[in-house]
């Protein structure tokens, strides 16, 4: 691993330019040194970037959908933003479902023809530098222009083609792709013809992430509909998630409640002894009232002095430090967080296990960490993260 100003370039994940990764015969190749492409990540908000090196000058500002954004220029680099959660589409060759590809075919072709009208180079396009999660996908390196090569539809068609797999050739929409990327058909026709399609909606989504919402079906496409219940078809349906019967049950005879006993109780008018009457009330009897009265005020004025005076329960002191989500891409084997550096002021102790992961780990002071991600079967890695780091530590499993 190797340090660009506050990033950490971790792996290289394309060399533009070199006669081995060339996509098709068509591309050229640059002269001079190789355009080198790291996958690396901000150490002071642990935000995945894509690192073009070398590259001089600045980045162009854009605001096209389906393209990652520049950040900054880094000395003679530049910077792409990858959203969060958003994977290398080449992890997930062979496995993209048709709905879901056809959701990135069309953004893609969208963020070409925009970046033609706007005049912006996309030279490289392949599956390395493409980013997706969920029905999302967008494209890395828009700007960075390639020897006698504007717009690679070369590296799209080859892109798409990767992500497809053995899928391709049955590809509702190979055709007129193939057509309007070898200049065949207009890209109006294209997106009448793509509009046109709807292949069934995928059961599961790809985004290892898990945070993304369900991916929206076709409105056109009516789902199963749920057998009527027939009162008189046993057994009723039943629900396969709640293992509950979901139909109408019969109904049984209520039993008659019987009306409720009655007992009459009559009271007699004559007393069941003879009524003397007292005579006028003493002056001990008054005594003693004001003696009770005296007394019920005592005793209401120690409970309200108790009350007051009770010991109050003591509020057990709130955690200290502050705390950073880990997260495993995609979801796997736990993974353990272990501590080689810490910043001055911080008492969490070296070369132990912190905590496992994924989950919410606490340091004790805000600082520059060094840290070393183990996972079971895994070489171990060594990275950098700043506390606090309100986005969070994506760990990609490869």
Request: proline letters at 15%; glycine letters at 8%; one cysteine or more.
């Amino acid at each position: 691993m190797e340090s660009l100003g506050h990033y950490l370039l971790r792996d290289r994940i394309a060399l533009l330019g070199q006669p081995s990764l060339a996509q098709t015969p068509a591309l050229s190749q640059p002269a001079g040194a190789p355009l080198e492409v790291f996958e690396g990540q901000d150490v002071r908000t642990g935000i995945s970037v894509v690192v073009f090196k070398p590259m001089p000058g600045t980045p162009p500002e854009l605001h096209i959908s389906a393209t990652l954004p520049w950040t900054q220029a880094e000395g003679s680099a530049w910077v792409n933003e990858v959203p969060v959660g958003a994977v290398q589409a080449s992890w997930l060759a062979g496995r993209v479902e048709p709905a879901r590809l056809l959701h990135w075919t069309r953004q893609l072709l969208e963020a070409i023809h925009t970046c033609q009208a706007q005049k912006v180079p996309v030279g490289w396009i392949m599956p390395e530098l493409v980013w997706a999660r969920g029905s999302k996908v967008w494209l890395a390196g828009v700007g960075v222009p390639a020897p006698e090569q504007a717009w690679d539809y070369a590296g799209l068609l080859h892109t798409l083609r990767a992500l497809a797999g053995d899928a391709y050739p049955a590809l509702p929409w190979r055709e007129p792709l193939e057509a309007f990327l070898t200049g065949g058909m207009e890209y109006a026709a294209l997106l009448e013809r793509l509009e046109a399609i709807t292949p069934e909606p995928a059961p599961v989504p790809l985004d290892p992430s898990a945070s993304e919402p369900p991916q929206e079906t076709n409105p056109a496409q009516p789902g199963p509909a749920e057998p009527p219940v027939q009162e008189a078809a046993p057994p009723p349906p039943v629900s396969k998630s709640l293992k509950v019967q979901i139909g109408q049950e019969e109904p049984t005879p209520a039993e008659p409640i019987p009306a409720p006993k009655r007992i009459r109780i009559e009271e007699s008018l004559n007393p069941p002894f003879e009524v003397i009457e007292p005579p006028g009330q003493p002056r001990g009897g008054r005594r003693a009232w004001w003696m009770l009265w005296i007394l019920a005020g005592l005793v209401f004025i120690l409970a309200g002095g108790y009350y007051l005076l009770r010991p109050q329960p003591t509020q057990p002191p709130a955690p200290s430090g502050y705390v950073v989500e880990f997260r495993l891409q995609p979801p796997g084997p736990k993974a353990s967080i272990e501590v080689l550096e810490v910043p001055e002021g911080s008492k969490i102790p070296l070369n132990t296990v912190l905590a496992e992961v994924p989950g919410q780990v606490r340091f004790d002071v805000g600082g520059i960490y060094r840290i070393r991600v183990r996972v079971q079967g895994r070489a171990p890695v060594d990275s950098i993260i700043s506390v606090p780091n309100p986005a969070g530590v994506n760990i990609n499993l490869r």
